[in-house]
């Protein structure tokens, strides 16, 4: 199974930008579908962005869409998220996920803490 280490969150002004990094071991990441979650609290995880194993194809939450772009590294076997003149509205804890496309078992990172405040 694989295991998923994230990076790159902190404290950002808003209209700033910041790259989250996640970090995959014990398989290739190549193998899953991707996504990445943000959680707020006292609210449900939601998906921001996902990359399909079947298609190979990006999407995008509609109140990210522009600003953040999702891409993935077979080489290094990581995955990013980068953000793009970020709100307020986008403080979250963030979190990578790989989907196992047969089992649909999902392995999750840690989590990163997404602050954006002036």
């Known amino acids: 199974q694989v295991h998923l280490v994230e990076s790159g969150g902190g404290l950002v002004h808003p209209g700033g930008s910041l790259t989250l990094s996640c970090t995959a071991s014990?398989?290739?990441?190549?193998?899953?579908?991707l996504r990445w979650f943000r959680q707020v609290p006292g609210k449900s995880r939601v998906v921001v962005a996902s990359?399909?194993?079947?298609?190979?194809?990006?999407h995008y939450a509609d109140s990210v869409k522009d600003r953040f772009t999702m891409s993935m590294d077979n080489d290094k076997n990581t995955m990013s998220l980068q953000m793009t003149s970020l709100k307020p509205d986008d403080t979250a804890v963030y979190y990578c996920?790989?989907?196992?496309?047969?089992?649909?078992?999902?392995?999750w990172g840690q989590g990163t803490q997404v602050t954006v405040s002036s």
């Open positions: 996920v790989a989907v196992h496309p047969s089992t649909l078992s999902s392995f």
């Open positions: 014990g398989d290739k990441l190549g193998l899953y579908s």
């Open positions: 990359i399909s194993s079947f298609t190979n194809t990006t």
